[in-house]
DNA sequence: TTAAACCCTACAAAGCCTATAGGTTTTATA
DNA sequence: TATAAAACCTATAGGCTTTGTAGGGTTTAA
């Protein structure tokens, strides 16, 4: 009951599109830098998700890849969908397959099976990317903050030690 | 994003169990017989299921299998989780595991993969046995009523047909 | 004693995941 | 127009997991 790495990777490498896109085109090599991902099997995600219309591409010198909506408009399950296919427990609940099974008047299992189905695609669609983008920018901002203050915290017990040196030094 | 067999046939298999056990054990071939699953496969299934105190088994000659708590008592996740293990869409989200990433304080997908996980368990978890149990009789009690009905419909129409010719040959 | 069940270990085919590789096409710019 | 950067396409391969199959035990109760 996994996702794949495309799915993983996939959304990390929209997400760096959409944090990125403002200084043009986003090349795979810098996607592939930033995430860690090989460039050769993220070019195989990129193109699948262009194909699924989530990003479109820049041909030839300084190309790159752009977000082909605006992040409101690309939600997470989009971006998973685009990579894994239909996100479903099992096939027999997937949209237009119900006639897989011949038992559906019968199974109950099925129903509990429909109902997760439901409840995966809802989370998955209730983020978008802008909401993913926000929550990046506040993460990065916390974490500043948190570096900043850590570092204030740090001059400031040097400080500490130090005058109190200076303060024993006068004192002696 | 799927269930291996493991999940599905071994649910299926527990529900058996469920509905059978009022008369002694469950075997093994009975349940292969009525759910289609090779025997030897159902044995592993039932044996990981054992070992996870879903059910309890009674050996030697007219053995089998009982469930190990009441119906209440057993989840849809616990049986699910016996039998694939925890049910996350990423490993960085199971319970005890932050330490697998490293990126944990700048990750953002991890946000929407920790949702999705308390959400697929939350389904899971809202469904007992007893529940399936119940299900099940309400389903095959509407199904009898259908297949009662249609009958009933398919007499009387032999019947309207029967006696709208008896009633052309009074007339003639 | 023996039938009928459970228990254990090994293994193998098939499919999917996770890339890697080599080559082609497109395009801005010098 | 040449060049280099970049996307695009197809094939393939190693490894892992799934999905069983097979063969041989062990235990129990009639």
Redesign the interface.
Same mark, same amino acid.
């Given at each position: #009951? *996994?996702?794949s790495t495309k799915?993983?990777y996939g /959304?990390?490498a929209v997400?760096d599109i959409a944090l990125n896109q403002d200084e043009g085109p986003v090349t795979i090599h810098s996607i592939s830098e930033r995430q860690g991902i090989s460039e050769r099997y993220l070019e195989q995600l990129l193109i699948t998700l262009r194909k699924n219309g989530i990003i479109r591409s820049i041909r030839g010198f300084q190309g790159g890849y752009v977000l082909n909506r605006e992040t409101k408009d690309i939600s997470?399950g989009d971006v &998973?969908r685009a990579l894994?296919g239909p @996100?479903?427990? &099992?096939?027999c609940v997937e949209e237009g397959r119900s006639g897989v099974c011949n038992r559906i008047? @019968?199974c109950?299992?099925r129903? @509990?099976?429909e109902? /997760?189905r439901k409840? #995966?695609n809802? &989370?998955?669609d209730s983020?978008s990317l802008e909401d /993913?983008v926000r #929550?990046?920018k506040e *993460?990065?901002c916390n *974490?500043n903050k948190e570096d900043i203050n850590n570092n204030i915290d740090h001059i400031n017990n040097n400080f500490d030690i130090n005058i109190n040196k200076k303060i024993d030094l006068i004192i002696d």
């Amino acid at each position: #009951m *996994k996702l794949s790495t495309k799915g993983r990777y996939g /959304l990390r490498a929209v997400l760096d599109i959409a944090l990125n896109q403002d200084e043009g085109p986003v090349t795979i090599h810098s996607i592939s830098e930033r995430q860690g991902i090989s460039e050769r099997y993220l070019e195989q995600l990129l193109i699948t998700l262009r194909k699924n219309g989530i990003i479109r591409s820049i041909r030839g010198f300084q190309g790159g890849y752009v977000l082909n909506r605006e992040t409101k408009d690309i939600s997470v399950g989009d971006v &998973v969908r685009a990579l894994e296919g239909p @996100i479903s427990p &099992v096939e027999c609940v997937e949209e237009g397959r119900s006639g897989v099974c011949n038992r559906i008047d @019968i199974c109950v299992t099925r129903n @509990i099976w429909e109902e /997760l189905r439901k409840a #995966m695609n809802q &989370v998955l669609d209730s983020y978008s990317l802008e909401d /993913l983008v926000r #929550m990046f920018k506040e *993460k990065n901002c916390n *974490k500043n903050k948190e570096d900043i203050n850590n570092n204030i915290d740090h001059i400031n017990n040097n400080f500490d030690i130090n005058i109190n040196k200076k303060i024993d030094l006068i004192i002696d």
